[in-house]
C-alpha cells in the first residue's frame, strides 16, 4: 500500500509518531550501569544530550555526580564514548539498522548514591534543528511548515518500508525454524522407533537364546 492511498487518520497518527522523541529523567545507582535502547534505522540521523541534573539549584554538583557514558550499535560498534563527566552530547548518522544502546555508568561509592540523570535522544526528523534551517533559508513560515511536513513523510516511508523490510525477515526467519522443527521431529520420531526396534529384537533374541519362545 502506498502513502497516498492511507486513510488521513493513519497519516495523521504516523505523523504524531514519527515526531515522539525519546526525552526523560531517572536515577542512576553508584556502582551500576543503565542501559537505555533506541531503534534506529540505517542512514538515519540521530542526536542526543544528557546531564546529571542538580537537585539543589544554586549550588554547584559535587565531584562524585560523574557519569561514564558509552553508545554502541547492536554489532557493538562504537559511536561515542565520554568519561568522568557532568554532561554531554552525541551526533552522528547511522551506518547500521537496529538498536542502539546509550549505556551509563556511575562509579562506586559509599553510601551508594542515586544520580539523577535527564537524557534527550532524538532520532530521524525530530533529530533536525529546524529553527536553524528556517533561518539559514530565510524562508517564510508556510515554506518553513511545507518543508518539515515534506521530511516527515518522507521520514514515514521510510520507516514504512524498514518495518516492511523487518516484517519479511521475521517471517523468512519463522519459516526456516518451522522447517528445521519439523525435520528434527521427523529426526527424533526415527530415533524412537529405532531404538524401539532394537530392543524388540534384542527381547526376542534373548527369549529365542533361553528358549522361553
Known amino acids: 500500500m502506498k502513502l497516498e492511498q492511507l486513510p488521513i487518520w493513519v497519516v495523521l497518527i504516523l505523523l504524531g509518531l514519527s515526531l515522539i522523541v525519546q526525552s526523560l529523567r531517572f536515577e542512576l545507582e553508584s556502582g551500576h550501569t543503565k542501559c537505555i535502547a533506541e531503534d534506529i534505522k540505517s542512514n538515519s540521523m540521530t542526536v542526543g544530550h544528557y546531564s546529571v541534573a542538580n537537585p539543589n539549584e544554586g549550588v554547584?554538583?559535587?565531584?562524585?555526580?560523574?557519569?561514564?557514558?558509552?553508545?554502541t550499535s547492536s554489532y557493538g560498534n562504537s559511536y561515542h564514548s565520554s568519561e568522568n563527566v557532568q554532561s554531554g552530547q552525541f551526533s552522528f548518522q547511522a551506518a547500521e539498522?537496529?538498536?542502539?544502546?546509550?549505556?551509563?555508568?556511575?562509579a562506586d561509592h559509599q553510601p551508594p548514591l542515586k544520580i539523577p540523570i535527564e537524557f534527550d535522544w532524538r532520532s530521524g526528523v525530530?533529530?533536525?534543528?529546524?529553527?536553524?534551517?528556517?533561518?539559514?533559508?530565510?524562508?517564510?513560515?508556510?515554506?518553513?511548515?511545507?518543508?518539515?511536513?515534506?521530511?516527515?513523510?518522507?521520514?514515514?516511508q521510510e520507516e514504512m518500508?524498514?518495518?516492511?523490510?523487518?516484517?519479511?525477515?521475521?517471517?523468512?526467519?519463522?519459516?526456516?525454524?518451522?522447517?528445521?522443527?519439523?525435520?528434527?521431529?521427523?529426526?527424533?520420531?526415527?530415533?524412537?522407533?529405532?531404538?524401539?526396534?532394537?530392543?524388540?529384537?534384542?527381547?526376542?533374541?534373548?527369549?529365542?537364546?533361553?528358549?522361553?519362545?
Open 60 to 71: 554547584p554538583l559535587p565531584e562524585s555526580h560523574r557519569i561514564t557514558v558509552k553508545v
Open 97 to 106: 539498522a537496529g538498536d542502539y544502546l546509550a549505556c551509563f555508568f556511575a
Open 126 to 156: 525530530a533529530a533536525k534543528d529546524w529553527s536553524n534551517v528556517a533561518k539559514k533559508g530565510s524562508v517564510d513560515a508556510m515554506e518553513y511548515e511545507l518543508k518539515k511536513l515534506a521530511d516527515t513523510i518522507t521520514s514515514i
Open 161 to 213: 518500508f524498514y518495518l516492511r523490510e523487518r516484517e519479511r525477515e521475521m517471517q523468512e526467519l519463522n519459516r526456516v525454524t518451522n522447517s528445521r522443527m519439523a525435520w528434527l521431529s521427523f529426526l527424533s520420531l526415527f530415533i524412537c522407533l529405532s531404538v524401539a526396534g532394537m530392543q524388540v529384537w534384542h527381547l526376542k533374541s534373548f527369549f529365542e537364546k533361553k528358549k522361553l519362545i
